[in-house]
């Protein structure tokens, strides 16, 4: 086979972490990055990217896991400008951004884009729906004819608008069915992770 590069609980209305309170490190680059593993799954020669963002280091987790199971380019979504690292000041600069539909500023390139045939997505909820680092990127490429995999992070939300939201902004792609992690529940998930991904059909 070819090998391929590659939060506390609130209500359901409310901005919902899917991170608890470890914290990401600070990323060296956002260029892919290699995960290959003898225990990834056969993907039928498709070229896989899997992406994220993550404030907290859950969805960073889930990101990973996946990444070495299918033999996918990883690749973050690191916003110009970071969040702040306390949780209050957090959702309160996001529910702002949220409600004024802000595209926060990335960092992140990926130049041979075109070159994926399937990409996963995924973020935690951010008051129901898709970080703005996330609105942004996904605003930034064209994802006709890909197959998009998302996964999805949360602090007790559930998934909420973040699916709905996720398929309206590419209209023009095929969605297999979403993965969903509470964040204290990501580490220990490897078995879910697994069926999911034995699930797909790409």
Same mark, same amino acid.
């Given at each position: 086979?070819?090998?391929?590069?590659?939060?506390?609980?609130?209500?359901?209305?409310?901005?919902?972490?899917?991170? *608890? !309170?470890? &914290?990401?490190? @600070?990323?060296?680059? =956002?260029?892919?990055?290699?995960?290959?593993?003898? $225990?990834?799954? #056969? %993907?039928?020669?498709?070229?896989?990217?899997?992406?994220?963002?993550?404030?907290? *280091? !859950?969805? &960073?987790?889930? @990101?990973?896991?996946? =990444?070495?199971?299918?033999?996918?380019?990883?690749? $973050?979504?690191? #916003? %110009?400008?970071?969040?702040?690292?306390?949780?209050?000041?957090?959702?309160?600069?996001?529910?702002?951004?949220?409600?004024?539909?802000?595209? =926060?500023?990335?960092?992140?390139?990926?130049?041979?884009?075109?070159?994926?045939?399937?990409?996963?997505?995924?973020?935690?909820?951010?008051?129901?729906?898709?970080?703005?680092?996330?609105?942004?990127?996904?605003?930034?490429?064209?994802?006709?004819?890909?197959?998009?995999?998302?996964?999805?992070?949360?602090?007790?939300?559930?998934?909420?608008?973040?699916?709905?939201?996720?398929?309206?902004?590419?209209?023009?792609?095929?969605?297999?069915?979403?993965?969903?992690?509470?964040?204290?529940?990501?580490?220990?998930?490897?078995?879910?992770?697994?069926?999911?991904?034995?699930?797909?059909?790409?």
């Amino acid at each position: 086979m070819k090998k391929i590069l590659t939060l506390a609980l609130l209500p359901t209305l409310m901005f919902t972490f899917g991170c *608890g !309170n470890q &914290k990401d490190a @600070a990323p060296t680059a =956002a260029a892919p990055t290699s995960t290959s593993t003898a $225990e990834a799954a #056969p %993907t039928a020669g498709k070229k896989i990217l899997v992406t994220y963002y993550s404030w907290g *280091g !859950n969805t &960073k987790y889930v @990101a990973e896991e996946v =990444a070495k199971k299918v033999n996918g380019d990883l690749v $973050e979504i690191i #916003p %110009t400008t970071p969040y702040p690292t306390d949780y209050r000041a957090c959702t309160e600069q996001a529910k702002t951004e949220i409600n004024n539909n802000f595209k =926060a500023p990335i960092n992140t390139k990926i130049d041979n884009f075109n070159d994926y045939d399937v990409v996963f997505i995924g973020y935690p909820n951010w008051w129901g729906t898709m970080p703005p680092p996330i609105a942004t990127f996904i605003g930034s490429y064209n994802f006709t004819g890909k197959t998009i995999v998302p996964f999805y992070t949360h602090g007790g939300g559930g998934v909420q608008r973040c699916d709905s939201d996720l398929k309206r902004n590419i209209p023009n792609a095929k969605f297999e069915n979403y993965l969903l992690l509470s964040g204290s529940s990501v580490r220990s998930s490897d078995r879910e992770i697994t069926s999911w991904i034995d699930g797909l059909k790409f």
